[in-house]
């Protein structure tokens, strides 16, 4: 959500920040803009829309300048457009600041500011802090931005510049990720470590309250409390090409078909054969403590929260726990019961989502034991859980997530494994469990293989209105999954639900132009899903079902099927989610729908 990056060194700092930006651009896209530092003035272009928009009003005014700031958009205040779109500036041009989050108090201090003879131009939160920076400057924009800083309520991770000290960027976070690249004899801010990984691999991530004061020739850093730190740097241990596109069409197909690796990635090192168990060394729980736990409550959001509800399911069922599913954004605020008995999940491929990081930090405040199930190394989440189970996934830009959802599962597999084996599970039982979690990899490249078949059914299908999913048990949240992956990137319509829960609603909705998708593979609840595409088939709906190889069931009674190859039950949602993510991805392709950016999303949501 908003991407920021930021340069200050000896070569021109125009490029640099552009070839950053397009890294960032799946944060946001719906406007962008640069500040540079020209002779001792602050020189600012912004254009609404893509980063390519920008890109051309640049090429027309190249721009010389070693120290700069830009910023790529995913509007909260105020429109998308070219006015609104940042770095904002202070009354006197001097000062320009680029922001992500939100300022709750925005409105109070923008008509304190006014009353001191501020003019506004923009309707964002974001350009009171350039004014809150003119009001305060005496000297030092580092005092500056510090003293204003102060004023803020709500979230921010922000870079400043002021033509009165080229040479410096100031940053800060609260709320917003936020980094400092280290370079030899320049140096970058950013949002996130992709904007700077072709100059860098060594980066500082700020803290909650943290203030970077960057220059060509180094970095100082304070606390909350103003206090001088120093704090390690950190080595990001993937390369360029892993968030190139390297030869697909989109980063969402590239990373469709990245998912035997990626769960492989996942799964590496964790799997004991003979003993039956995982290996889980970053959980940070004795198994003493793991023996305590009497209750899970998992939280998270979107994509994440549908791997979530898969996890309620393999914990109850094989750990033999309660397990509680909560949409991060509804546990915040519900007054949650846990105790130190209870163990926290949070899951979130990025690290950073608002809601999902408030919910942990809730958590901890009642004493819960936390863990995060986390893809984005040195994320806030990442960081702040006591413990945790990284998914090794690599980099996901498209903005629908698809690897990460399904090294999600895959890491909830191996901790339910070793969760089980604690309490319920023989060590037969476990065996069995590593074996199936071993085949999987090479199952998906067998669902993969399966691509061209998918693309020619999508062609069918391209121009329905709405669409439903249904499934039962662990292949219900794969029904929802399979339903959010068609809505945000093709703008179809289309809901998920369990299978049997259809004829308590749904079923109205059925005609011949309203396919159903059934996720019905081999499974516990297998035997009950052919009642339930009768239902559709008496209404003239069409039907796709989603079954496991072999199936003579099913296979009859619908249009069309997809195998799968077999697995055990609680494994299924890694295998039959993804050539509903390929359904998603070719139909929103024919449609000329942009899959990587789809509009008003975002990938990683930083704001309330
Ligand atoms: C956004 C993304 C979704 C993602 C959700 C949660 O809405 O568009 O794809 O599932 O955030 O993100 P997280 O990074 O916490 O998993």
Redesign the pocket.
């Known amino acids: 959500m908003c991407g920021i990056v930021g340069y200050v060194g000896p070569k021109q700092a125009v490029p640099l920040l552009m070839e950053g930006l397009k890294r960032l651009e799946y944060r946001g896209y719906d406007s962008a803009g640069v500040a540079v530092v020209v002779d001792g003035r602050l020189v600012v272009h912004k254009a609404a829309g893509k980063i390519a928009m920008l890109e051309v009003q640049l090429g027309r005014l190249p721009l010389k300048g070693t120290t700069g700031i830009a910023h790529t958009r995913w509007a909260t205040h105020g429109a998308p457009t070219t006015r609104n779109a940042h770095p904002h500036t202070d009354c006197g041009d001097m000062v320009a600041v680029v922001h992500n989050g939100i300022i709750e108090n925005s409105t109070a201090l923008r008509t304190m500011l006014r009353e001191r003879g501020h003019r506004f131009v923009s309707e964002t939160d974001t350009e009171v802090i350039a004014h809150l920076v003119e009001q305060f400057y005496t000297g030092s924009i580092e005092d500056a931005v510090g003293a204003a800083l102060r004023e803020l309520e709500g979230a921010y991770g922000i870079a400043v510049i002021s033509a009165r000290e080229p040479g410096t960027i100031v940053a800060a976070r609260k709320g917003s990720p936020l980094l400092v690249g280290v370079g030899d004899g320049e140096n970058f801010v950013a949002s996130d470590a992709s904007a700077v990984l072709a100059h860098t691999r060594s980066v500082v991530y700020l803290d909650e309250g943290e203030l970077a004061v960057v220059r060509s020739t180094g970095y100082q850093l304070r606390d909350r409390h103003a206090t001088p730190l120093t704090k390690e740097i950190s080595q990001i241990d993937w390369d360029l090409a892993t968030i190139e596109r390297g030869g697909y069409a989109h980063f969402m197909l590239k990373e469709i078909c990245e998912q035997p690796e990626s769960l492989r990635n996942t799964l590496r090192g964790r799997l004991l054969e003979e003993e039956g168990t995982a290996r889980l060394g970053g959980l940070n729980l004795t198994e003493e403590q793991l023996a305590r736990i009497d209750r899970i409550v998992i939280t998270?959001?979107?994509?994440?929260w549908h791997a979530a509800m898969v996890g309620e399911y393999m914990l109850e069922e094989v750990a033999r726990l309660p397990v509680e599913v909560e949409y991060a954004s509804e546990f915040r605020y519900r007054n949650p019961i846990v105790d130190d008995r209870t163990l926290v999940i949070v899951?979130?491929?990025?690290?950073?989502?608002a809601d999902?990081l408030a919910a942990l930090r809730e958590a901890k405040g009642r004493g819960a034991r936390t863990i995060g199930i986390v893809n984005q190394v040195g994320s806030t989440i990442a960081r702040e859980v006591d413990g945790g189970i990284f998914l090794h996934a690599g980099p996901e830009i498209g903005?629908?997530?698809t690897k990460?959802f399904t090294s999600q599962i895959g890491a909830l597999a191996l901790f339910t494994l070793k969760l089980g084996r604690l309490r319920a599970l023989s060590i037969l039982q476990g065996r069995e469990i590593v074996g199936a979690l071993r085949r999987l990899p090479e199952q998906l490249e067998a669902v993969l293989a399966k691509k061209a078949e998918i693309e020619a059914l999508a062609e069918r299908y391209v121009r329905v209105s709405n669409v439903l999913y249904l499934g039962r048990g662990y292949n219900f949240p794969v029904a929802l999954e399979g339903a959010l992956k068609l809505k945000e990137i093709s703008y179809i319509h289309a809901e998920g639900y369990p299978a049997a829960e259809m004829k308590h609603g749904p079923i109205a909705l059925i005609d011949e132009l309203m396919p159903v998708i059934f996720i019905a593979p081999k499974d516990g609840v297998h035997a009950k899903i052919p009642t339930n595409i009768e239902e559709v088939r008496a209404r003239g709906g069409r039907v796709i079902a989603v079954v496991t190889e072999g199936d003579t069931t099913i296979t009859p009674l619908v249009d069309h099927v997809i195998t799968i190859p077999e697995t055990m039950d609680m494994l299924t949602p890694i295998l039959t989610s993804v050539p509903l993510q390929l359904l998603a991805y070719y139909v929103a392709v024919r449609r000329g729908c942009n899959v990587d950016q789809p509009r008003n999303?975002?990938?990683?949501?930083t704001v309330e």
Not at 300 to 304: D, L
């Open positions: 998270a959001c979107g994509t994440s899951i979130s491929q990025s690290g950073e989502t999902t903005v629908a997530s990460a999303l975002a990938k990683s949501v």
